[in-house]
């Protein structure tokens, strides 16, 4: 027998199979949670409507939308609730994550961001939806736009309209059809150019392709990491040259080098630190050197 109709489960399947109308992938989020149900959601979020009625039968789970899939990126502006502004943003007079945005535009001689579509989130905030530029690769930011301001984008997803969070739940704001995001916020939110990588000084025998390729194809994990996956894969490679390093076979420098230069790809998204980064390639190399590794000539 099915679910009766107008259930809660019933309500989050519609919102998910909403988004998923638009074009937007969605995966499951844990009922009343902002926390993703699936490992590798980035990749297996989905616009099937077969798969998203599968998982919605197995529980009345929120919607995330997967932003980089989706060709989205995501301003998530946030009320203060009176928590007072830091300098320099004190002397503008702001309160929440719109106000900063409209000092951004200001300050960048710009008119403020069109309207969009909008989901307002149960504390107060707003998720601004904006057509990503097609050749720009925009990832995710945690403050660094300005104060209370956040943006999803390649590597991040945001919860959909419908989804519940502490008994409150988030609701489309303005219907309007999502707007390509401002010239100036592309600008602003391009990241510079990486810095040179660190290329590993390795003996010269022939098993310096294979090394090669070790130390290469870990930093291209670590750096590709999906938000979520991050200190695991970043420990992972960091364990793998630990014990290269450990076999005598790279030096710590190198491996170390590699490792920064990686991971830095990743730092402000979501929170990720520099410090978390330098403990988690520690406890990394550290663990790697446990079981020193040779390599055969």
Known sequence: MGRP??????????????AAERG????????????????????????????????WAAQPYNIGIATGPAGLVVLDLDDAHGQPPPEP??????????????VLARRAGAPPPPRTYTVATPRGGEHRYFLAPAHH??????GSLGWRVDTRASGGYVTGAGSVHNGRIYTVADPSPVAPLPEWLVTAL?????????????PSRRADAYLRAIVEDEADRVAHAVVGERNTTL????????????????????ARAVLDDA???????????????ARTIDSGLRHGARQPRRLRD
Do not use: N
């Open 5 to 18: 109709a107008g259930t809660p489960a019933d309500r989050l399947l519609r919102a998910a199979m909403s």
């Open 190 to 202: 391009t990241p510079p150019p990486p810095r040179e990588p660190a290329h590993p000084h390795l």
């Open 235 to 254: 420990f992972k490679a960091a364990a793998t040259l630990g014990s290269l390093v450990a076999g005598g076979e790279l030096d710590e420098h190198t």
């Open 89 to 102: 943003w004190a002397a503008e007079g702001v309160a929440h994550g719109r106000d900063v945005l409209a």
């Open 137 to 142: 690769h925009l990832r995710c930011t945690v």
């Open 263 to 277: 991971a830095a790809t990743h730092l402000g998204v979501e929170g990720f630190t520099a410090t978390e980064s």
């Open 24 to 55: 937007w992938p969605v995966m499951p989020l844990y009922p009343r949670s902002k926390r993703a149900v699936l490992r590798d959601w980035e990749h297996r979020a989905t616009v099937d409507p077969e798969t998203i009625r599968h998982w």
